[in-house]
């Protein structure tokens, strides 16, 4: 890819391992984008996990899903940077690589809820907002516990449309559909023999059937790549 100006709409990344990739994920990144008033979405397929059990799926195989899911849809794109990085993934890294490509251009990181409630545990977290901004995604009821750090609250932006006007510094809460589903519960499907349908696109559950994902025989590639 080619730097880009500063104009350049915003890159609004939705990270995570999409083991499989699911209806949530994929509401959750058109809601995030409408409220940030940004046309498309990338998926940031996580490498190697730095933070959690070895994934089920290689990562050629969620790559695939990932592209089965997205089709031809405008509103969304992937970036599989992090597969190809020997080594665990950290957010930290990839984000400054993408600033290093893009030195002006609005990069808004979204988590969930949960995930920024352990920011503390992530790689130098602190410098994550001079390398872009991050957006909160939450559902009604959910609480939202930032950390106990006061230059990090201090940049909390109540807006979450006016982050897009700037490279980086600030963090904000995005409302999302409440769709209680989870890779996790789709896998536990799977490997009981329980069908997953209507929780994650047709073709991507058509390719796990086909190649035979997710059961309970299936080894765990654990040499593999990492809401």
Same mark, same amino acid.
């Not at 990144?29 to 996580?46: E, F, H, M, N």
């Given at each position: 890819m080619q730097p880009e100006s500063a104009d350049a709409q915003a890159l609004l990344l939705l990270g995570g391992s999409f083991d499989p990739i699911h209806h %949530?994920? +994929?509401?959750? /990144?058109?809601?995030?984008?409408?409220? +940030? !008033? =940004?046309?498309?979405? &990338?998926? #940031?397929? /996580? !490498? =190697?996990?730095?933070?959690?059990?070895?994934?089920s799926a290689t990562s050629a195989q969620r790559l695939a899903m990932l592209n089965l899911a997205v089709g031809k849809d405008p509103s969304l794109a992937i970036d599989d940077c992090e597969l190809s990085r020997a080594g665990a993934t950290y957010t930290s890294q990839t984000l400054r690589e993408?600033?290093?490509?893009?030195? /002006?251009?609005?990069?808004? *990181? #979204? #988590? !969930?809820? @949960?995930? *920024?409630?352990? #920011? &503390?545990?992530?790689?130098?977290?602190? %410098?994550? +907002?001079? +390398?872009?901004?991050?957006? =909160?995604? &939450?559902?009604? !009821?959910? @609480?939202?516990?930032?950390? @106990?750090?006061? /230059? *990090?609250?201090l940049r909390r932006c109540d807006d979450p449309s006016s982050i897009r006007e700037r490279p980086h510094g600030y963090w904000c809460s995005i409302p999302v559909t409440p769709l209680d589903i989870s890779a996790t519960a789709i896998r536990d499907l799977l490997a009981t023999n329980r069908s997953p349908r209507f929780l994650l696109p047709d073709t991507v559950l058509n390719y796990i059937h086909s190649h035979q994902l997710y059961r309970s025989s299936s080894p765990v590639d654990s040499t593999s790549d990492a809401f």
């Open positions: %949530g994920h +994929l509401r959750a /990144a058109l809601d995030a984008a409408a409220a +940030l !008033g =940004v046309s498309q979405t &990338t998926l #940031l397929p /996580a !490498g =190697v996990p730095a933070l959690r059990d070895p994934l993408l600033r290093e490509r893009w030195p /002006a251009r609005s990069i808004i *990181f #979204l #988590l !969930g809820a @949960d995930a *920024f409630s352990r #920011l &503390t545990q992530w790689t130098q977290w602190r %410098g994550l +907002l001079d +390398l872009a901004h991050l957006g =909160v995604m &939450t559902r009604p !009821g959910e @609480d939202l516990r930032p950390p @106990d750090d006061e /230059a *990090f609250l």
